[in-house]
T-cell receptor, first 113, second 113 residues
Framework: DAGVTQSPTHLIKTRGQQVTLRCSPKSGHDTVSWYQQALGQGPQFIFQYYEEEERQRGNFPDRFSGHQFPNYSSELNVNALLLGDSALYLC???WGQGDQPQHFGDGTRLSIL | GESVGLHLPTLSVQEGDNSIINCAYSNSASDYFIWYKQESGKGPQFIIDIRSNMDKRQGQRVTVLLNKTVKHLSLQIAATQPGDSAVYFCAENPPLRNNDMRFGAGTRLTVKP
């Protein structure tokens, strides 16, 4: 039973560039949420996808966008990268829209130079 | 704004002792809570959850206590082992925000042999 998988594991970009991160949910899960975790802090909710639509959004600018595919996998896109976007980006999956435990991948470490 | 917080940033215990990690939450309407464990270089790992209609829930070597009167959550780990060393996060799900988990900054648990 595969857990949540994310790719790539590490990425280095420069300011102004664009990046796409990918996530495959745990088998049986249909909801994908993305979080940003700065060093030494807890994860912060970016947004959530269910049935290929963005259902919830945290306090992140429009530079952060996403997509969910029919197979429930998801992408996180960040445009016009800033130094402050350097963080661990975590994907979590769950089943349905109720209060359900979210299972996390090991994240993509994004460094902006 | 309302947020989840933690009483102590670090906790050091002797192997075999019991550990208690505390968490304060400020949104009295939150109805679902999760404890996560995060090891270095890994994503958060689900430990145990509790809904607001419960005061206590037990798992394998772990117990979560919820005190809604004072908006306090705790995680008790019995017979703490070196493998329990990690950062522990409590997370709350605010009302009407399915799967938008709000994390605290975390407590680093160190187990001394």
């Amino acid at each position: 039973d595969a857990g949540v998988t994310q790719s790539p594991t590490h990425l280095i970009k420069t300011r102004g560039q664009q990046v796409t991160l990918r996530c495959s949910p745990k088998s049986g899960h249909d909801t994908v949420s993305w979080y940003q975790q700065a060093l030494g802090q807890g994860p912060q909710f970016i947004f959530q996808y269910y049935e290929e639509e963005e259902r919830q959004r945290g306090n992140f600018p429009d530079r952060f966008s996403g997509h969910q595919f029919p197979n429930y996998s998801s992408e996180l896109n960040v445009n016009a990268l800033l130094l402050g976007d350097s963080a661990l980006y975590l994907c979590a999956s769950s089943w349905g829209q109720g209060d359900q435990p979210q299972h996390f991948g090991d994240g993509t470490r994004l460094s902006i130079l | 704004g309302e947020s989840v917080g933690l009483h102590l940033p670090t906790l050091s215990v002797q192997e075999g002792d019991n550990s208690i990690i505390n968490c304060a939450y400020s949104n009295s309407a939150s109805d679902y809570f999760i404890w996560y464990k995060q090891e270095s270089g890994k994503g958060p790992q689900f430990i145990i959850d509790i809904r607001s209609n419960m005061d206590k829930r037990q798992g394998q070597r772990v117990t979560v206590l919820l005190n809604k009167t004072v908006k306090h959550l705790s995680l008790q780990i019995a017979a703490t082992q070196p493998g329990d060393s990690a950062v522990y996060f409590c997370a709350e799900n605010p009302p009407l925000r399915n799967n938008d988990m709000r994390f605290g900054a975390g407590t680093r648990l160190t187990v001394k042999p």
